[in-house]
């Protein structure tokens, strides 16, 4: 079955995404746009001379037009913060960015599925909802997947174990009010707490610290940005699991960020919770039974991003 898979902004996320989806095997054809068409020029051109020793893949650069009739739309453009640069500052700029591809590309392609992967994530997919005039259930944020990711990968390197065992994830904003719902974490049947400390061959040596694992999950970026000057691999790895769960047979749990109605009692806000998505979109949310603390925790969240989207 073909599908066609286009991706706005070729930057190192844009790109690496493209790259990451052109060695699987869920796309025939990728689009690259950039308002920077040489840089799209020269990263198609890079991908494609790769391709050669699998099964043929059409990938080519274009403008808006080359995107119609594609399955999905991936939305990685913007500006990265700049030192002395507020968040606010940030938001705005990339707000604009947004609105300006979003009455652009819905046009072209009014059927496909979105997943929004600039940041901040969480206000730009609430703007690209309410901007592009497209189905509210065929757009999503990349949210707190990679978050998850991190999340799971630091439990599953500490407690030696696959992480196909850990089942915890990250709720909130991507961003510094994230957090792990733990009365609803477990590794293999059992708490997470409890896995530590009685079957983790660490136990003598790595403790359970709540506080220490969910700074490890919001400072990975900052950390990374430091050591490297950007974030990419680990978000394309995430932005193409979630092209696999909208193109499969059977629909799948995850978290990414979509508006809210009512579920934990937030309404007019996106932000990540466990989510259903399938290859019709959005196709519903798992309201899972929080501790009181943990819908504090959440609704602080909310407030945050409510707080941001009043301000611009």
């Known amino acids: 079955m073909a599908n066609k898979i286009t991706i706005i902004g070729a930057g190192s996320v ?18 690259l746009i950039d308002i920077n068409k040489k840089k799209a020029d020269g990263e198609v051109m890079d991908i494609l001379q790769g391709t050669a020793f699998r099964d043929p893949i059409t990938i080519v650069s274009g403008d808006y037009e080359a ?43 009014p059927n496909a599925i979105y997943i929004i992967v600039s940041n901040p ?22 949210g707190t997947s990679l978050d998850t990711a991190r999340l799971r990968s630091l439990l ?3 407690c030696c174990i696959s992480q196909k065992n850990v089942h915890a994830y990250i709720f909130g904003e991507h961003g510094d009010t994230s957090f792990v719902p733990w009365s609803r974490a477990h590794i293999a049947g059992v708490s997470v707490e409890e896995y530590y400390e009685k079957y983790s061959p660490n136990k003598d040596k790595i403790t359970f610290d709540p506080g220490r694992i969910i700074d490890y999950v919001r400072t990975s970026g900052g950390v990374i940005i430091s050591n490297k000057g950007a974030t990419f691999y680990a978000i ?75 301000q611009i």
Do not use: W
Request: contains cysteine; charged residues 20%; hydrophobic residues 40%.
């Open 156 to 158: 599953a390197e500490e």
């Open 67 to 109: 995107a119609r009739d594609s399955d999905i739309v991936i939305i990685t453009s913007g500006v990265a913060r700049k030192p002395g640069q507020t968040r606010l500052d940030l938001t705005k700029i990339n707000v604009g960015i947004t609105k300006d591809i979003a009455k652009n590309i819905a046009k072209e392609a």
């Open 236 to 310: 394309a790895v995430s932005v193409v699991r979630l092209c696999k769960l909208i193109l499969s047979a059977q629909s799948s749990a995850t978290t990414v960020s979509t508006m809210m109605h009512g579920e934990y009692g937030l309404e007019d806000v996106c932000l990540s919770v466990s989510t259903i998505i399938g290859p019709q979109g959005v196709q519903g949310r798992i309201v899972l039974d929080l501790s009181e603390k943990e819908i504090e925790m959440l609704h602080h969240s909310a407030a945050q991003l409510k707080d941001m989207i009043a």
């Open 14 to 31: 844009g790109a690496t995404i493209a790259y990451t989806l052109s060695n699987e095997t869920i796309a025939t054809e990728l689009v």
């Open 121 to 142: 994530v969480d206000i730009l997919t609430y703007v690209f909802i309410r901007e592009s005039g497209i189905p509210e259930n065929h757009i999503l944020g990349s």
